[in-house]
């Protein structure tokens, strides 16, 4: 079993900021991949920023140059700095990584944290 913890969420004013902070615990080999996704009210999950053990990362065109997404690979840890936070950006964010258990790849996912752009 694989468990996400997610931690940084909150409420902050249009302009500001927030890190998220993701921490993968468990028995397995390796993480493939950590990523961010959101979902606002009525809206689909979508992918913000996602980056593998590799170094390989990408970003939703609606956060580049504002998202930076930063992983420890020794700490099996992810964060995500958010800068210039617009309403739009107001949603459910939750951590996913794709984890190596023997030789096949499994997706966990968080239990989500709030992301609140005030006006």
């Known amino acids: 079993q694989v468990q996400l913890a997610e931690s940084g969420g909150g409420l902050v004013h249009n302009g500001g900021s927030l890190r998220l902070s993701c921490a993968a615990s468990?028995?397995?080999?390796?993480?493939?991949?950590m990523g961010w996704y959101r979902q606002a009210q009525g809206k689909q999950r979508e992918l913000v920023a996602e980056e593998t053990s590799g170094g390989t990362t990408n970003y939703a065109d609606s956060v580049k140059g504002r998202f930076t997404i930063s992983r420890d690979n020794a700490k099996n840890t992810m964060n995500l700095q958010m800068n210039s936070l617009k309403v739009e950006d107001m949603a459910v964010y939750y951590c996913k990584a794709r984890v190596l258990i023997g030789t096949r790849e499994y997706q966990y996912w968080g239990q989500g944290t709030q992301v609140t752009v005030s006006s």
């Open positions: 468990g028995r397995f080999v390796a993480i493939n991949a």
